[in-house]
């Protein structure tokens, strides 16, 4: 079985090097303002928009091999990101703004909530999520940890240290404790969690009683997967899928090839089969 792995455009923007400085930035990248809902300015941003270089979609490549086609039978697609090329602008913050309706509306959040903006650019894949502490670390391929940050504050090194060890002793920052951010989807969960951490420790209980910051963590993936079960999210981008999904006009054509090479053809996801089904469905009637 072969799997295509399309094109995927937020990674097109950002160079991934162990450096301290190659994802998070330089130093003027790294000391211009913004503010998140709390009012806190001179935040840290992980992505560095400055990074990399644009490519036009039809000329990227995420991976590349050669490969004798002779003896493959069928072909095998996922959908996120690779069939549907979503913008994350867009869709991330569809998805994040129908989690905070949840944490409201069905998990007893205190609507002040719902006055929240979710910040695509501010997060970036390979950070790792201590969910226990509330915190968001940066670690090299070693696992040592270069970056930390409560919530949107950065620890000081000694409290990094103290917390996260030295080069000698190293936790394994797997589940359950820890969370991995290594999908586009995570972005905006990551970021709605930093946010959360703040909220709980300026706002002493305003958030649900004996929910600590793990619990918080939960309370968030939980919100995620109702926008999924109850169509809240195939509904707005059945409306509209244009604003939420890129036209790949080289998508059917390349069907229409593997077929007619007497090739089957399939798809592969964990999506809900209710916007799984919708977004084929668009390829489906593509002419």
């Known amino acids: 079985m072969l799997i295509y792995s399309g094109f995927n455009q937020s990674n097109s923007h950002y160079s991934k090097d162990d450096s301290a400085g190659t994802i998070l930035g330089d130093k003027a ?34 991976c590349n091999r050669s490969l004798n086609m002779k003896n ?32 409201v ?9 719902l006055e929240w903006t979710f910040d695509p650019k501010y997060m970036v894949r390979g950070l790792v999520l201590d969910k226990k502490r ?3 670390l940066k670690m090299d391929r070693h696992k040592y ?10 620890l000081s090194k000694e409290d990094k ?27 905006a969960e990551a970021y709605l969690f930093a946010q959360l951490v703040d909220y709980k420790d300026n706002n002493p209980g305003k958030v649900p009683e004996g929910a600590d ?29 244009k604003r939420y999904i890129n036209e790949d006009t080289s998508i059917v054509p390349m069907f229409k090839m593997l077929r007619a090479s007497g090739r089957s053809t399939f798809l592969v996801t964990n999506r809900y089969i209710s916007l799984a089904d919708f977004i084929s469905s668009l390829f489906r009637h593509e002419k």
């Not at 095998?76 to 913050?93: N, R, V, W």
């Not at 940890?145 to 950065?154: C, I, M, P, T, W």
């Open 213 to 241: 910051y793990s619990h918080m963590y939960k309370d968030v993936r939980a919100a995620v997967d109702l926008c999924h079960r109850d169509g809240t999210l195939k509904q707005m981008v059945a409306k509209d899928p």
């Open 29 to 62: 990248s790294q000391s211009h303002l913004m503010a998140n809902s709390n009012g806190v300015e001179g935040l840290h941003v992980w992505s560095s928009p400055e990074g990399g270089c644009k490519i036009d979609i039809g000329k990227q490549i995420f």
């Open 134 to 136: 509330g915190n968001i």
């Open 72 to 103: 493959i039978l069928a072909v095998g697609f996922d959908m996120d990101y690779t069939l549907a090329q979503y913008k994350p602008e867009t869709f991330e913050s569809l998805a994040y703004e129908g989690t905070i309706r949840k944490l």
């Open 105 to 113: 509306y069905d998990l007893g959040y205190p609507p002040e909530l």
């Open 161 to 187: 240290v103290g917390t996260y060890g030295n080069t000698l002793i190293r936790d394994s920052f797997d589940e359950p404790d820890y969370a991995l951010i290594d999908t586009l989807f995570s972005l």
């Open 145 to 154: 940890v270069k970056l930390a940050y409560h919530g949107f504050r950065e």
